[in-house]
């Protein structure tokens, strides 16, 4: 049987920071948590006081869904594409990171980006997530309500079906990759490998030349299939 995954603690001043907030004015939101349901502490380091990092952004977005209701998003193109930041913004909250949270702390609450681009060089590479200003309108308009995170009520697109006896070396993409592990959609897929839950494939066995999409060989991604099989 796994271990679960121990959680990720954050200290007054990461919260802070994150939240646009200063850390006394954490700090008081804990000492009056008998009144506001502020998460308890998870841990200390030495005499700082941590938080388990997924509960404190979740409290702090339930609060923010009230604030919400009374937001006009500006007028934007429905097409245009916005990143985690500019999203954040759009749908009026008030810390700039809120959405890559979500995408990071709570997979499925918010829908799947619509562009996945990946980027940098093979040592260092990184995705660039992108959401259409009408997905973003779709979510808030049917969001789910104050202390729910169930999944997204918009369909993720089906993976396709890919098989496990083709050519070992051939080079295969996310959406592939994300089919033979077994998750739901890519998003899971791209969130799962980015909290460094799939070690073996960190490093990608090549790029796109246009793009420089991740490309792993069919033997990798089959091998860490089967180590994710060995820690269930």
Avoid: C
Wanted: glycine fraction near 8%.
């Amino acid at each position: 049987m796994t271990s679960p995954r121990k959680p990720r603690l954050a200290d007054a001043a990461e919260i802070a920071a994150e939240q646009g907030l200063t850390s006394a004015r954490v700090t008081r939101l804990y000492t009056t948590r008998d009144e506001n349901g502020f998460p308890e502490i998870a841990g200390m380091r030495r005499r700082a006081r941590l938080w388990d990092h997924a509960e404190v952004t979740k409290w702090f977005a339930e609060r923010s869904l009230a604030r919400l209701g009374d937001h006009t998003p500006p007028a934007r193109d429905p097409e245009d594409l916005l990143n985690g930041v500019a999203a954040s913004k759009f749908l009026g909250y008030k810390n700039i990171n809120q959405v890559n949270n979500y995408v990071r702390d709570h997979p499925g609450y918010f829908p799947d980006p619509d562009v996945v681009e990946e980027m940098g060089t093979p040592e260092r590479p990184y995705r660039k997530l992108l959401w259409r200003v009408q997905t973003l309108l779709d979510w808030k308009a049917a969001r789910p309500g104050s202390g729910r995170y169930p999944s997204s009520e918009r369909p993720a697109k089906a993976l396709p079906v890919v098989p496990v006896d083709g050519d070992p070396d051939e080079l295969l993409g996310a959406t592939q990759a994300a089919a033979l592990l077994g998750y739901k959609s890519v998003g899971s897929f791209s969130s799962s490998l980015a909290q460094g839950n799939l070690p073996l494939m960190q490093t990608p066995d090549a790029l796109t030349e246009k793009g420089g999409r991740r490309r792993w060989t069919r033997k990798r991604i089959l091998e860490q299939a089967e180590r994710r099989r060995q820690k269930r």
